[in-house]
């Protein structure tokens, strides 16, 4: 049973725009939500969290939205560069000994120029 | 670059093997976690030690095994290698989870990608 599901496997977007993201789960016993962006042949880079008691997390270009009612979370890319395009990986995590990330499948982003 | 190290970074190897991927965690990192990524599974929790404890266990093989020792390095042991094993293994470290007060954010190596033939 997947707890964390990115139901689209790839996004297409242009240079300038927003890139959206979308994330569902259904452990509504997790604590903290992260993204992390991954090219090929290197590990997972953190990009940016948000833990369940807020709904909202901004990071310069990157803002992440929790709606924790719908189970759902989204990563907004704003503006979307060339160099964003990457695989991104939503996760989720609870605290302590239920630390371990579980993650969804990723979805790789193609930011064109 | 994370600050986590991971070696070799490529391992080939022959079925019924047996092989040790290493970890060194970041400076002060007290947690290591064990991820396996194959084509069809994505990115699956395999272990976690806590200063050299073991905390968490996800769907590790019995065929494999961890540790992490004083200096808080971690070993991960694969034995009687398939062919369905070959995946990358990452390693991530982060601080205490339970003190940080962070948004329990883990660091990533770059990964041991493993060829069983």
């Known amino acids: 049973d997947q707890q964390v599901k990115q139901n689209s496997p790839s996004l297409s977007v242009q240079e300038g725009r927003i890139s959206i993201l979308n994330c569902d789960y259904t452990?509504?016993?997790?604590?903290?939500f992260l993204w992390y962006k991954k090219y090929p042949a290197e590990g997972p880079t953190f990009l940016i969290s948000?833990?369940?008691?807020?709904d909202k997390n901004e990071d310069g270009r990157f803002t992440v939205f929790l709606n924790k009612s719908a189970k759902h979370l989204s990563l907004h890319i704003v503006p979307s560069q060339p160099g964003d395009s990457a695989v991104y990986f939503c996760?989720?995590?609870?605290?302590?000994?239920?630390?371990?990330?579980?993650f969804g499948k990723g979805i790789t982003l193609s930011v064109r120029p | 670059d994370s600050g986590v190290t991971q070696t070799p970074k490529h391992l080939i190897t022959a079925t019924g093997q047996r092989v040790t991927l290493r970890c060194s965690p970041r400076?002060?990192?007290?947690?290591v976690y064990w991820y396996q990524q194959s084509l069809d599974q994505g990115l699956q929790f395999l272990i976690q030690?806590?200063?050299?404890?073991?905390?968490a266990k996800g769907n590790i093989l019995e065929r494999f095994s961890a540790q992490q020792f004083p200096d808080l390095h971690s070993e991960l042991n694969l034995s009687s290698l398939e062919l369905g094993d070959s995946a990358l293994y990452f390693c991530?470290?982060?601080?205490?989870?339970?003190?940080?007060?962070?948004?329990?954010?883990?660091?990533f190596g770059p990964g041991t990608r493993l060829t069983v033939l």
């Open positions: 991530a470290s982060s601080p205490n989870p339970q003190t940080s007060g962070g948004d329990n954010e883990q660091f």
């Open positions: 452990n509504s016993m997790f604590d903290y």
């Open positions: 948000i833990s369940s008691i807020k």
């Open positions: 996760a989720a995590s609870g605290r302590g000994a239920n630390s371990k990330l579980t």
């Open positions: 400076s002060g990192d007290l947690s």
């Open positions: 030690y806590y200063n050299g404890e073991e905390r």
